[in-house]
């Protein structure tokens, strides 16, 4: 039973930080993409950043670049987000996600292709 476990979101201000982590149990594929997609009340949920787990290779929404890094800790089975000079359009639903993959091409799916996720944590910026 694969379980993506998300924390670290919260409340900030405009310019502000915030890193996210996900806890992956379960989960056996050594060949995968994981990441983090985020989602507003009436809006579909987008792909922030995804890192590919064979080369590390990462694809970063146009809206986040500079300014977000994804990273992981194999050892600790632990996906983050760092999330630097926040703006309020980063407001959302946080979610982890993973699914088995075979080449970087998986950096660039949307939502649809991924099967496993988190419960979502939520991340807050104000003016």
């Known amino acids: 039973q694969v379980q993506l476990v998300e924390s670290g979101g919260g409340s900030v201000q405009t310019g502000g930080s915030l890193r996210l982590s996900c806890g992956a149990s379960g989960y056996s594929d050594s060949s995968y993409c994981m990441g983090w997609f985020r989602q507003v009340p009436g809006a579909e949920r987008e792909r922030v950043a995804i890192?590919?787990?064979?080369?590390?290779?990462?694809n970063y929404a146009d809206s986040v670049k500079g300014r977000f890094t994804i990273s992981r800790d194999d050892a600790k089975n632990t996906l983050y987000l760092q999330m630097d000079s926040l703006k309020p359009e980063d407001t959302g639903m946080y979610y982890c996600?993973?699914?088995?993959?075979?080449?970087?091409?998986?950096?660039?799916?949307?939502?649809?292709?991924?099967?496993?996720w988190g419960q979502g944590t939520q991340v807050t910026v104000s003016s």
């Open positions: 996600a993973a699914r088995e993959a075979w080449d970087s091409r998986c950096l660039f799916w949307d939502r649809y292709a991924y099967g496993y």
């Open positions: 890192i590919f787990s064979v080369d590390g290779s990462t």
